[in-house]
């Protein structure tokens, strides 16, 4: 694991982007699974930024996004459609055949998960993953639990975390009770994991992550078992590292 700290958001941004980018340079076709919350959206500014600038084409790239919810409609503003059209895919050359994110308005939610689990499968390998933490130790919306599952499936939202996305909805009656979400198998299942976390609000439950007991009660504890987990921090969040 390697973790690198950062004294400003536009450092880490920076990082991030540039992490990215340097990817898709060195292998045009590379698969990027990609995340949404508020954590990513600088990242994803300064990649816009470095398209617009000619440094990185997405031409050739496939994504797979983590998540979505369920029964939002897909124009939403809230909607994980909606985020990654609005912070980086009507900004870049991303190919739409080739973006891919999880239909939580399919008829069928369980034959949506499993062609997104055969999709993946036949991808083989997600080349790097973005991941933001929940409060409460999510990847993905891999809620703390008994037990994790390891393909895309339908998960029914914490509490705490309907309470984390009520920012973005009128009240916490309006965010939806169930998502889509990729498993904690295939996200470890990616060459390579960028964890990026911010704020102070984050700090404990980072620490716990990375330093903690490996458990399903804490899905984000799992990243410790991956070869090549990469975590960008502002100081906040890395306060108990110091
Ligand atoms: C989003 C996702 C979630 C978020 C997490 C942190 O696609 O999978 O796990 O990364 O809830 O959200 P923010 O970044 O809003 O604090």
Not at 23 to 46: F, M
Not at 52 to 59: C, D, L, N, T, Y
Not at 99 to 121: H, Q, T, V
């Amino acid at each position: 694991m390697i973790i690198h700290q950062f004294s400003s958001q536009q450092e880490l941004n920076e990082a991030g982007a540039g992490i990215i980018a340097a990817l898709v340079q060195t292998k045009p076709d590379a698969v990027l699974g990609l995340a949404t919350g508020s954590t990513p959206i600088g990242i994803y500014e300064e990649l816009v930024k470095a398209y617009k600038k000619g440094r990185v084409s997405f031409k050739s790239v496939s994504t797979y996004n983590l998540d979505e919810y369920v029964g939002l409609p897909v124009d939403h503003p809230e909607s994980y459609h909606s985020y990654m059209n609005q912070h980086l895919f009507s900004h870049i050359d991303a190919a739409p055949e080739r973006i891919r994110i999880p239909n939580g308005n399919a008829a069928d939610l369980k034959e949506e998960c499993a062609s997104y689990n055969r999709e993946l499968e036949g991808v083989k390998q997600v080349d790097l993953q973005i991941l933001g933490l929940g409060h409460n130790g999510h990847i993905g919306f891999n809620e703390p639990a008994d037990s994790l599952q390891n393909g895309t499936h339908l998960v029914e939202l914490d509490h705490k975390t309907r309470e984390a996305n009520a920012r973005f909805f009128p009240s916490i009656d309006d965010v939806p009770t169930h998502a889509l979400t990729m498993g904690v198998g295939t996200i470890l299942k990616a060459k390579m994991l960028l964890l990026v976390v911010r704020g102070a609000d984050k700090a404990e439950i980072l620490h716990r992550a990375l330093t903690g007991p490996i458990t399903t009660q804490c899905p984000a504890s799992l990243l410790q078992t991956h070869p090549n987990l990469v975590v960008l921090l502002d100081a906040e969040a890395g306060r108990l590292f110091q």
